[in-house]
């Protein structure tokens, strides 16, 4: 029996699926609730007409995560639809490609029936566990920052001049401490002020507890991320918990892609030139970005590497877009290499990356996954690529392509002369004839 894909369009409140076979035909529609009670309709309707499914959520690591994460605990095969490629689908579909929910779920469908390698979504509850922690430690760092700069413009009233950048709660007491205010606007101020500084000594505190537990969630893993220069506990989560398995990546230059950090080719003509990509994961992309500005302010082979894109005429932040472009092929390499059989010889796994760490060989390769050579290279854009268009036959007869032939005169620009009476046109070209426009009858 063949496999139908039940494409599903989420929301808060409501998901609305559509069921469709291998060659493409609607089998039925439906939408459901999202609480137990609805959940439980939409599982039985579709377990009980067809057994041979695969469900097809869009934006499975968004607002469909939470259905996705049930279907994958009960067993059920699932693939992330990613956005972009349904409202593709969508509006070059047949119709008025009018956004409904009931069009979404067909786009999603078809988009899950057309796309052989589309994201095959895993449940792993450590790397559940680990996007979390992850989470939670993004969103400590951003209440950390707003904390901060609350506290900062107090002190900028209460002290003249203010305080420096990157304040610690230690510098912020010592500094509150020379403040003794004696009217009421200045002791309220102070009062506040000490109320910030005990939110910033909770949140470091808590920041703290979370980087050790992701630490030691990274180890158990068995990644050696954390190897490369520039990457600490939370970028290498952030990189376990999104990458999930590496496999889905033929090649680094398909990582680099989704990770932001390849450029645009835009060239045109005769003109080569690349520009800033801002697609990809924007998360992803901050981690190799967070690991150039380190690598940077150190001695390293990646500052290195800069130094040289510096001398080489280009400004710093295309220098920096080439390291984080190594940086993207280093991640890869180190990835490919912790999903290496345990086996493997550990000799072959000694190369250095633009941190100077050790990485995969140039010919390494994951389980079930063939990769190609990913040495690093000094370019950090592509070149053009070939021409696609068909080669010139050679002529049949030798002789003749040694005979010069007539020299073809190109036709010139056309003045245009307006005496009274009637135009004439004078051609430019040498030796070309003037021809008069013939009167109207």
């Known amino acids: 029996m063949s496999r139908v894909i039940v494409g599903v369009d989420p929301h808060k409140k409501s998901v609305t699926i559509e069921a469709v076979n291998e060659h493409g035909q609607v089998l039925a529609t439906g939408r459901f609730g999202t609480d137990s ?11 009980e007409q067809w057994p ?11 607002v469909g995560r939470p259905l996705a994460q049930r279907l ?9 639809v990613p956005a972009k490629l349904a409202a593709r689908v969508r509006v070059f579909d047949t119709g008025n ?30 790397l559940i566990a680990l996007r979390l922690l992850t989470d939670r430690r993004d969103e400590l760092s951003h209440l950390r920052v707003q904390t901060v700069n609350r506290l900062q413009r107090l002190l900028t009233e209460l002290l003249p001049g203010g305080a420096k950048r990157d304040l610690s709660a230690l510098q912020a007491k010592r500094l509150l401490a020379t403040v003794k205010p004696r009217t009421l606007v200045g002791k309220t101020m ?10 910033l000594v909770a949140v470091d505190a808590k920041l703290k507890a979370i980087k050790k537990e992701l630490r030691i969630a990274v180890v158990a893993r068995g990644s050696h991320l954390m190897d490369l220069h520039g990457i600490g506990p939370a970028g290498a989560a952030r990189i376990l918990s999104d990458v999930g398995d590496v496999a889905r990546f033929p090649d680094r230059n398909h990582f680099a892609s989704w990770t932001g950090t390849a450029p645009l080719d835009a060239s045109s003509g005769d003109q080569i030139r690349h520009r800033l990509s801002r697609a990809g994961n924007r998360r992803m992309n901050h981690v190799p970005h967070i690991a150039a500005i380190v690598q940077i302010r150190h001695d390293t082979q990646g ?15 295309e220098a920096l877009r080439c390291l984080k ?33 050790s990485g995969a060989t140039s010919q390494s390769s994951a389980a079930d ?44 620009a056309v003045k245009v002369e307006r005496p009274t009476g009637r135009t004439t046109l004078t051609a430019t070209s040498a030796g070309a004839h003037s021809t008069a426009s013939r009167p109207r009858p």
């Open 72 to 80: 994958l605990a009960q067993g059920e095969a699932v693939v992330d």
């Open 303 to 317: 500052h290195a590497y800069y130094r040289r894109k510096l001398a080489e005429s280009k400004t710093p932040m």
């Open 52 to 62: 041979h499914r695969r469900w097809a959520v869009e934006g499975a690591h968004g």
């Open 369 to 412: 996954l063939h990769t190609p050579v990913i040495g690093s290279s000094d370019k950090p854009q592509p070149g053009p690529t070939e021409s696609t268009l068909p080669r010139t036959k050679p002529r049949s007869n030798p002789s003749a392509a040694s005979v010069a032939s007539p020299s073809r005169r190109r036709a010139g």
């Open 37 to 47: 009670t609805g959940y439980r309709l939409m599982v039985r309707y579709v377990h």
């Open 190 to 199: 102070r009062r506040m002020a000490t109320e910030e500084i005990e939110d």
């Open 325 to 357: 472009r190594r940086l993207s092929d280093a991640v890869y390499r180190q990835l490919v290499a912790d999903a290496r059989t345990p086996g493997a010889d550990s000799a072959d796994q000694q190369q250095a990356g633009p941190g100077g760490h």
């Open 97 to 126: 490609a009018r956004k409904t929910d009931a069009t979404d779920a067909h786009a999603v469908a078809m988009v899950a029936l057309r796309t052989p390698r589309l994201n095959q979504l895993a449940f792993d509850e450590e």
